[in-house]
């Protein structure tokens, strides 16, 4: 494979239906060689956990008027074109592009390789297979939980694994079709969105997700956890 889109994203969490991006990055290569780039921060509507920035380095601060994801979303599908995918784990990208398509209307079907799939096949003597510790074995500069120093080392990264272990019967190094099933969450309503911007005004609450980011199954949740709270409050 020598065209491809090499892609890492940052996020809130590992689940792409209740998780949200928070960094994209991504290279494009044309045979063999990186001729463009990608980059941006994504606002994910939420206050972020305390554990997602001692990972990946990213505040609240960093977001602060970044894009939402409906605004750079197109221009990441058309950066993108109908290449192919390189990822180290791509599916947990990929999960993350093809439920944001979803959630536009969007089409994103796509093949991908992943290099830690050749990793653990031709590397499984290794203490670990994770990206960081493949770049520290292979002496490629890398800049751990950074979308596109990730998306970087994993491209020198897959360059390196042809180098050493390509074999053209290996269905490992060819583009395959990826695979994730997910349904489309509608926005909030007008009337959950009220009931919630009710709720914060008479109990002089700060929620940590914006209430105009959220979509109709997260909003019922939030609304049925704060109705929760409020009466645990009132028994005491």
Same mark, same amino acid.
């Given at each position: 494979?020598?065209? #491809?889109?090499?892609?890492?994203?940052?996020?809130? &969490?590992?689940?792409?239906?209740?998780?949200?991006?928070? +960094?994209?990055?991504?290279?494009k290569v044309l045979g063999g060689q990186v001729t463009d780039r990608f980059q941006t921060f994504v606002?994910? &509507?939420?206050?972020? +956990?305390?554990?997602?920035? +001692?990972?990946?380095?990213?505040?609240?601060?960093?977001l602060a008027g970044a894009p939402a994801l409906d605004t750079v979303f197109g221009e990441l599908m058309e950066?993108?074109?109908?290449?192919?995918?390189? &990822?180290?784990?791509?599916?947990?990208?990929?999960?993350?592009?093809?439920?944001?398509?979803?959630?536009?209307?969007?089409?994103?079907?796509?093949? &991908?390789?992943?290099?830690?799939?050749?990793?653990?096949?031709?590397?499984?003597?290794?203490?670990?297979?994770?990206?960081? !510790?493949?770049?520290? !074995? !292979?002496?490629?500069?890398?800049?751990?939980?950074?979308?596109?120093? /990730?998306?970087?080392?994993?491209?020198?990264?897959?360059?390196?694994?042809?180098?050493?272990? !390509?074999?053209?019967? /290996?269905?490992?190094?060819?583009?395959?079709?990826?695979?994730?099933?997910?349904?489309? /969450?509608?926005?909030?309503?007008?009337?959950?969105?009220?009931?919630? #911007?009710?709720?914060?005004?008479?109990?002089?609450?700060?929620?940590?997700?914006?209430?105009?980011?959220?979509?109709?199954?997260?909003?019922?949740?939030?609304?049925?956890?704060?109705?929760?709270?409020?009466?645990?409050?009132?028994?005491?």
């Open positions: 494979m020598q065209d #491809y889109i090499c892609i890492d994203l940052e996020t809130t &969490g590992l689940d792409p239906k209740t998780d949200r991006i928070i +960094e994209i990055g991504a290279v606002d994910p &509507g939420r206050i972020l +956990e305390e554990k997602i920035t +001692e990972l990946t380095g990213i505040t609240d601060e960093d950066f993108c074109g109908d290449l192919p995918l390189l &990822g180290h784990s791509v599916l947990f990208d990929y999960s993350f592009l093809k439920k944001a398509a979803v959630d536009r209307k969007k089409t994103f079907e796509r093949q &991908g390789v992943d290099t830690l799939k050749i990793a653990r096949k031709y590397l499984a003597d290794l203490e670990s297979r994770s990206l960081k !510790y493949l770049c520290e !074995y !292979y002496k490629i500069p890398h800049k751990a939980h950074r979308a596109l120093e /990730d998306a970087e080392s994993t491209h020198i990264l897959y360059g390196k694994l042809k180098e050493l272990f !390509y074999n053209s019967e /290996d269905p490992l190094f060819q583009p395959a079709p990826l695979l994730f099933q997910v349904k489309r /969450d509608q926005p909030a309503t007008k009337a959950q969105k009220e009931r919630l #911007y009710r709720m914060v005004q008479v109990h002089n609450i700060t929620l940590p997700v914006e209430i105009e980011s959220l979509t109709r199954s997260e909003a019922s949740r939030l609304t049925d956890h704060l109705l929760s709270s409020f009466r645990q409050v009132n028994s005491q």
